[in-house]
């Protein structure tokens, strides 16, 4: 499995992003799929994940502010982010799980900087 984000840069605090993630390869049978994001200095953490049902998980510091969801028939996984705040900069990783195995992204750079 492949994952490739896009959509990162620079936004002022309160702005939009929105991210995308596409998956190729052998990509029957990942049932959960998710973004990541780490900070300088800090460990990553779960921002949002998605199982193949439809079912969403936030972390508590964007719930209300971004909504995960996943193209199926385009193999693409987004994260809309509004309302966003300096501490939401970090490097955003792209994440699948598939039977036991966890593949990622190369991570895409989103800065909140006024």
């Known amino acids: 499995v492949q994952l490739v984000e896009s959509g990162g840069g620079l936004v002022r605090p309160g702005g939009s992003l929105r991210l995308s993630c596409a998956a190729s390869?052998?990509?029957?049978?990942?049932?959960?799929m998710g973004w990541y994001r780490q900070a300088p200095g800090k460990q990553r953490e779960s921002v949002a994940t998605i199982t193949s049902g439809g079912y969403t998980n936030y972390a508590d510091s964007v719930k209300g502010r971004f909504t995960i969801s996943r193209d199926n028939a385009k193999n693409t996984l987004y994260l809309q982010m509004n309302s966003l705040k300096p501490e939401d900069t970090a490097v955003y990783y792209c994440?699948?799980?598939?039977?036991?195995?966890?593949?990622w992204g190369q991570g895409t750079q989103v800065t909140v900087s006024s």
């Open positions: 390869g052998r990509i029957a049978g990942i049932d959960v």
């Open positions: 994440h699948a799980h598939r039977v036991v195995f966890n593949y």
